[in-house]
């Protein structure tokens, strides 16, 4: 009787191990890493910031695409955020798509943000932060250049008024456009 | 002067509206600080000083004013970020595991030391002498050490 007891503690003991061992291995398996340069953008379909109803990325295959992820509470998103219009004014003509995905914020905050800086290109909400996860984003405002074929072009970590990432940003645009 | 008049009127009640909006606030921010998490920063409210922590704070304040209950806030706030904003997981599905695992090891815990506890005194009581059937020497011996005690007689 006590042999049988000793075993089944045993056992119980083991099937915990067992269970946080996994639990760790399925955590590692899923920390979620930005996409690199090359691969296939992250599919994703969220809702409106500025009107109903919700917008995929692959509704604009064949398109280059621009997804600027920012936040009303992100300081240099501010100024960034001038660049970014005057830039989408000047390629949506070339068939180029600007995007924006407000990140973990209010979505009055938002809107009253993209009024007060007479934003025009379609804004999207991802107030959960899961599309923006899986784009491996920790810190806004982060912008990839997506091409037609829908990979990524560039990954620019930071706001694309930074001297070190204007160029950068500039000729992703023009490659993603040619 | 009948306008100067009317103009401080129209100015504190301004400056009085907000507070006079929710005389008795029914939750407090200290309350939901502890309640909220800071969603770029992964901690609650009250242990994060990042501009979206301060931002959903500013939020808090204003719903609190406007007398919302903890509850009605909460769900506010789980509309816009989803339910990872609240720092406890619900009451319902698998995040029932959240609440109930570590009660199951608290008390499987408790068990077995209670086991532990119990085998562990048992082994440590001196066992009883069981009784000798007879005296337990041979007829001879006994014989003799009866002939030696009538010698005390």
Sequence with gaps: ?178 | MTLRFLAVVAAALALAGPAAACAKPRTSLAYLEGQVMCPTCHTTLDQSDSAAARQIEGFIRQKIAACWTAQRIESALVANYGRGILAAPSHKGFDLLAWWLPIAGVLGGALVLAVGVWRWSRRREPEEPEPPEGSGLDEETEQRLDDLLARFD
């Design chain 1, 1 to 178: 009787m006590t042999h049988r007891l000793k075993i089944t503690a045993q056992l119980i003991t083991l099937a915990c191990v067992a269970g946080l061992l996994a639990l760790l291995v399925w955590k590692l398996g899923h920390q979620q890493h930005p996409p690199r340069v090359g691969a296939v953008a992250p599919a994703f379909s969220l809702r409106r910031l500025d009107g109903p109803g919700k917008v995929s990325l692959a509704s604009y295959r064949g398109r280059p695409v621009v997804l600027n992820f920012w936040a009303s509470w992100c300081e240099p998103c501010k100024s960034e955020a001038k660049v970014l219009e005057r830039d989408w004014t000047s390629y949506h003509a070339r068939g180029v798509v600007f995007l924006g995905v407000d990140y973990h914020d209010l979505a009055s905050d938002a809107r009253r943000f993209v009024s007060a800086h007479e934003l025009t290109f379609t804004m999207l909400d991802d107030g959960s932060g899961r599309v923006t996860g899986r784009y491996g984003i920790s810190q806004v405002p982060e912008t990839y250049v997506v091409s037609r074929q829908g990979r990524i072009v560039a990954h620019l970590a930071g706001p694309i008024t930074d001297p070190s990432f204007a160029g950068k940003f500039r000729s992703a645009l023009a490659k993603a456009a040619a």
